[in-house]
């Protein structure tokens, strides 16, 4: 029996509901968000009455006890914002409910991400014997099983990891992001990191590229970003020697995105206007297209899996795991597109894991720390298949 109590009803936010209700390990299941109509919408489109809604501001502690306390949920999945990590972790430690995320906490007022303040709730967590999985969307998450997955099975040592993340669908709009705007360019816009000879290396944005080929996609422009798994995952597998994460993005994009950080769109300071304050990159957010509705005409897939090279037995190997997803099938199966997909599967699954009790370890913990195995038994028939190619040409 486990009472899951969904916290966001966008994108991901509905996908999550929608695996949360098919699966019978939760017995109770309610969605909350700032503007309930949406989580009604999302309930409606499910039916049988199998997910309650309620209100809720999750900036506000008091408010997420006041919910927490009347639906007493045993697991909360935060599939909001990054800005609202903190304040569903306080609440969780105040009420004594577990808690599983998508992305790492981000300060409101800084596009600057990273697990230090998350990794601080640790001892709080532990000592009320409370599970906390950090980051368990696809990336950050299945990147990361993926890697927990080949450091059990397939290397003594894992030396280079590479994480590529292609989205080769087209969705026919001159410029969307896939998931919320707002995080997503705060995130491509910052300069890009990677981990090489245990030290962090700094680029500009976007300035290291490279083509790569993808599964049943072909050759991709593929961009070094940072990205926050790879912080946890350089200090829980320290046999690496460098980590890099790629992302592909087409030229029409990446003009789009100059122009906006060229006209100031993209700050995310509040400016005045008309007499009042407001943010550029948040008016920016209400102007474009909302990712959630992107699905419609969505065609083509998405392609994420982790490229590594390393030792067994004494001998050099490389190995590429990987889901490709499509987005007319995510679309038909949820209303959304693969984006929002291949994060809500991992996040449901991440909190069934918990509620089997395969994934309970007191404390705040990584994805990567949990056992990769049952995980990626279940992910498959979920609705994310992968594959795994042995002694292949990582071309990296
Ligand atoms: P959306 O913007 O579509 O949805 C966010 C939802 O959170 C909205 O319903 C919004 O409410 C709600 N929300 C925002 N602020 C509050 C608040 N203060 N109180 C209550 N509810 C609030 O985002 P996505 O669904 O695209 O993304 C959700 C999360 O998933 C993000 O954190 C994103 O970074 C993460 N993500 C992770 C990925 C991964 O692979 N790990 C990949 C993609 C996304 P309202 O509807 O009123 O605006």
């Not at 709080?124 to 299945?142: M, S, W, Y």
């Amino acid at each position: 029996m486990c009472r899951v109590l969904i916290i966001g009803a966008g994108g991901v936010g509905t996908v999550v509901a929608h695996k949360v209700a098919a699966n019978p390990v939760f017995t109770d299941v309610m969605l909350a968000s700032r503007t309930k109509s949406k989580c009604d919408q999302i309930a409606a489109a499910i039916g049988g009455d199998r997910i309650k809604t309620d209100q809720v501001d999750a900036d506000n502690v008091a408010d997420l006890c006041r919910v927490m306390r009347a639906f007493q949920p045993d697991i909360v999945i935060n599939v909001a914002l990054p800005y609202q990590d903190l304040t569903i972790m306080d609440a969780c430690l105040e009420c004594g409910v577990n808690y599983l995320d998508t992305a790492n906490y981000e300060p409101l007022d800084e596009a600057h991400f990273e697990y230090s303040w998350q990794w601080a709730y640790r001892e709080r967590f532990e000592k009320a014997g409370l599970t906390a999985i950090l980051g368990c969307g696809f990336d950050p998450g299945v990147s990361a099983i993926f890697t927990a997955y080949a450091a059990k099975h397939h290397f003594d040592e894992i030396h280079y990891l590479d994480i590529v993340d292609c989205n080769a669908g087209n969705h026919g709009k001159a410029f969307a992001t896939n998931f919320n705007p707002e995080i997503n360019i705060r995130e491509i816009t910052q300069n890009g990191r990677y981990w090489e000879n245990g030290e962090w290396v700094t680029t500009g944005s976007l300035e290291i590229h490279k083509t790569l080929n993808y599964p049943n996609i072909g050759p991709r422009e593929s961009y070094l970003l940072y990205h926050e798994e790879l912080e946890s995952l350089v200090i829980n597998y320290p046999t690496i020697k460098r980590a890099r994460f790629w992302m592909t993005f087409g030229q029409e994009y990446l003009t789009h995105l100059r122009v906006i950080q060229d006209i100031g769109m993209a700050r995310i300071d509040p400016i005045m206007y008309n007499g009042m304050e407001i943010v550029p990159i948040q008016f920016l957010k209400a102007v474009l297209p909302d990712p959630k509705t992107l699905g419609e005409n969505y065609h083509g897939e998405t392609s994420i899996g982790c490229r590594i090279k390393g030792i067994k037995d004494g001998k050099e190997k490389t190995y590429y795991i990987y889901n490709n997803c499509d987005h007319a099938a995510a679309y038909k199966e949820t209303g959304t597109q693969a984006v929002s997909y291949t994060t809500g599967v991992p996040a449901a699954l991440g909190a069934a894991m918990f509620a089997k009790g395969l994934w309970v370890m007191p404390g705040v913990h990584n994805v990567e720390e949990f056992d990769p195995d049952p995980f990626l038994s279940e992910l498959g028939p979920q609705g994310l298949p992968w594959v795994e190619l042995h002694d292949v040409d990582l071309e990296l």
